[in-house]
């Protein structure tokens, strides 16, 4: 009998020998000081080397050891050119990483020969947004073997990605690239969600999906090669039937990223939903992936509207959409989804904006007998602009003469002024190296004309009318911003009128980028924050402050705001538990037992001779330092004598309330376990406590 051993099976018997494989020619790895004896033009590639990103440029990351080629030196605005010696292509391949500005001819690495170019690559980004990593690329060459040639590195475009990198230049046998056929897949679409694997600090990947030939999703992803961390959901409930062809820019040799892509009709990965080690319990967190600025945030026909900025893709800032959530109550809340889609129904980036209902169809927008939710947003790639909904704020319809503002600036908040009849916006703007709000107004919100600017302001401003105590004949307005300061003052729909020097601050911690409900029943002004508090080792990052009601106060100081937790709260009120007015001592705290970890703490202490005093939850102590009327590096004087406290646990966080919302602090928080008791302490003198009620809180999540 005879038997037909195959090469591999002698291989493995050791019957036969196979020569070992071309070691790699290192052309170049830019680990140096300077470029060797690469010939430099232009002033783009600097001095040598550069070591990471440059100033004024985001993180670059995917080179290999510490040394780059990188023009961005002094910025976008140089240009050059680097070119090696001649070298004799001696390998099939010739590979490299590479990143930056994709256009060809100006930001790009050439291979010549016979001063001909015969290959070039380009890098990935010729659009706002992007990423500044470095991915692999690779050159058949083997037509060319034995010839020389020389490889020139060419930045010759000013402005946005007018720069490139390059990094480690090498010959091989074996090219680093994924073929071509494997960066696509096509796929029927026969279930509620299209699941994408993510892991965390992966390469990112430019993805699109495509139907009908159209891109309808693009974004960034850190595509994870083998086993994810977490699985990032498109909703396809709209396409379903439909052929969709993904399409991905790179993959790593070996990447089972694209491939193990699936479909469901429940989020993937997703048995814990709402009940993750650090889920909020009854703040509004998304899902998946991140969440920053709320944005949009309006009331039309009992439900309030939350759409905030947004990443489906990835644990950090990335792909700014607007997610959407919608509640009856301000407490429980149902994520929808998406509203607003970058770089397929903006040009760019869908930053910070506003939403209003033009009641009066001013726009023309109104299509049906729903009256239409107007979005105003920064499209990073255009400017202010506008998307308008029909659907109740389910889907958006860009509006086709965009921008409406175009200027330096962003984050645009709309208002309608009664009095003069017209619109007003309030936009962040850059003007003469100085930062402002600027006040744009229009009678349709498509046509608008400057005004006037308030000058010491950033980001995600705010305009509104408050009345003072109560009084609905003696209002004034607020300006605030994302930093949480405001001021107080007069306006006449075109400009704002401070009644007092500098600014004013309510809230603290790990608060930003707020913003108040436009159209609120009653004239209740309720504000939500960015709740900047990581989440990590979860398949979602930050959260949504609980809401607050924001009221005007005459106090010895002037006008003055308060934010104080909505009453709403009470709905989740579950178990109440009360301690007696008595006299804490010093060294001697008293426990009230409790159980569970999501509480409302009510607390009144009579601050008389007592020096500091205050709670302690968990392992977190919340104090009042009555010699400095501090209390957790808030100040706060007492009034009539007295310090009360309102704190809201979650798992992530506390919130913490000084006298009725003179001050409110947000902040992370970190137990566990189950908290089984709180405690009331006095350091150095007692104090009286008139008041201490824990009410135990029942999830929103909650079925």
């Not at 645009?412 to 003469?432: D, F, L, N, R, S």
Request: glycine residues 10%.
């Amino acid at each position: 009998m005879r038997y037909a051993l195959s090469l591999a099976t002698l291989v493995l018997l050791g019957g036969i020998s196979l020569p070992a494989a071309e070691p790699e020619i290192l052309v170049a790895d830019f680990e140096g000081d300077d470029y060797g004896d690469w010939t430099v033009t232009g002033e783009a590639f600097g001095p040598g080397p550069a070591r990471g990103a440059l100033p004024g440029q985001m993180a670059v990351s995917g080179f290999e050891g510490q040394g780059l080629v990188n023009t961005f030196f002094q910025g976008d605005g140089t240009t050059g050119t680097l070119t090696s010696p001649p070298l004799t292509i001696q390998r099939r391949f010739i590979n490299f990483l590479i990143g930056g500005g994709g256009y060809a001819g100006q930001t790009c690495i050439d291979l010549l020969v016979d001063g001909t170019v015969v290959r070039t690559a380009t890098g990935p980004n010729t659009r706002p947004g992007g990423s500044e990593e470095l991915a692999w690329h690779s050159w058949d060459v083997g037509d060319l073997a034995g010839k020389q040639a020389v490889i020139r590195i060419v930045d010759q475009r000013t402005g946005g990605w007018g720069h490139i990198n390059v990094d480690h230049i090498v010959q091989s046998e074996r090219s680093t690239m994924v073929p071509p056929e494997d960066l696509v897949r096509s796929i029927l679409l026969e279930s509620n969600y299209l699941n994408l694997p993510v892991k965390n600090g992966a390469p990112k990947r430019r993805m699109e999906m495509l139907v009908d030939g159209t891109a309808v999703r693009a974004f960034d992803i850190e595509l994870a090669p083998q086993e994810p961390d977490w699985w990032a959901p498109i909703d396809i409930r709209l396409l379903r039937g439909k052929e969709a062809v993904l399409k991905v820019n790179a993959l790593a040799s070996g990447s089972l990223g694209l491939r193990i892509v699936d479909q469901s009709d429940q989020l993937k990965g997703a048995q814990a939903l709402y009940d993750e080690p650090l889920r909020p319990q009854f703040h509004f967190s998304q899902k998946r992936g991140w969440n920053n600025d709320p944005n949009g945030m309006v009331y039309y026909d009992g439900e309030y509207h939350l759409y905030f900025q947004h990443n489906p893709y990835g644990w950090g800032w990335a792909n700014m959409h607007w997610g959407h959530a919608v509640s009856k109550d301000l407490v429980h809340w149902e994520e929808l989804p998406i509203a607003l889609y970058p770089w397929t129904q903006a040009v760019a980036h869908c930053f910070s904006g506003s939403a209003v209902v033009d009641a009066q169809n001013t726009a023309g927008f109104q299509a049906g007998d729903e009256q239409v939710i107007v979005a105003a947003l920064t499209d990073t790639g255009c400017g202010e602009s506008l998307a308008y909904s029909n659907d109740r704020g389910r889907t958006f319809t860009y509006y086709e003469g965009n921008p409406v503002v175009k200027h330096k600036g962003r984050d645009p908040k709309i208002i309608w002024y009664e009095p003069g009849g017209h619109w007003v916006m309030a936009v962040y703007t850059e003007q003469h190296n100085s930062r402002a709000i600027a006040f744009h107004t229009s009678p349709n919100l498509k046509d608008w004309e400057y005004q006037s600017r308030l000058d010491g302001y950033y980001e995600c401003p705010e305009i509104f009318e408050l009345p003072v105590d109560g009084d609905s004949a003696n209002t004034r307005w607020v300006v605030f911003a994302a930093d949480a300061k405001y001021a107080v003052g007069r306006f006449d729909g075109k400009t704002f009128t401070p009644e007092h020097e500098g600014k004013h601050q309510v809230h603290w911690g790990a608060y930003y980028a707020s913003q108040t409900f436009s159209g609120a029943p009653d004239g209740r002004r309720i504000q939500i924050g960015w709740g900047r508090i990581n989440m990590d080792g979860m398949p979602f990052n930050q959260m949504m402050t609980f809401p607050c009601q924001l009221t005007l106060h005459r106090t010895a100081e002037g006008i003055r705001m308060r934010a104080a937790p909505v009453p709403e709260i009470e709905l989740l009120h579950h178990r109440k538990h009360r301690l007696n007015p008595m006299q804490v001592e010093p060294g001697a705290s008293v426990s009230m037992a409790t159980s569970g970890r999501l509480f409302d703490i009510r607390a009144e202490f009579e601050v008389g001779q007592a020096r500091a005093f205050g709670l302690q939850i968990g392992d977190t102590r919340i104090m009042y330092d009555a010699a400095k009327a501090d209390l957790m590096g808030m100040p706060l004087k007492p009034e009539a004598g007295k310090i009360r406290l309102q704190i809201l646990v979650d798992r992530p966080s506390l919130e913490i309330c000084g006298n009725d919302g003179c001050v409110y602090q947000t902040r992370a928080f970190r137990s566990a376990n189950e908290i089984d008791s709180i405690q009331v302490f006095a350091d150095e003198a007692p104090v009286q406590v008139n008041l201490l009620e824990v009410y135990e809180l029942n999830s929103i999540w909650s079925k």
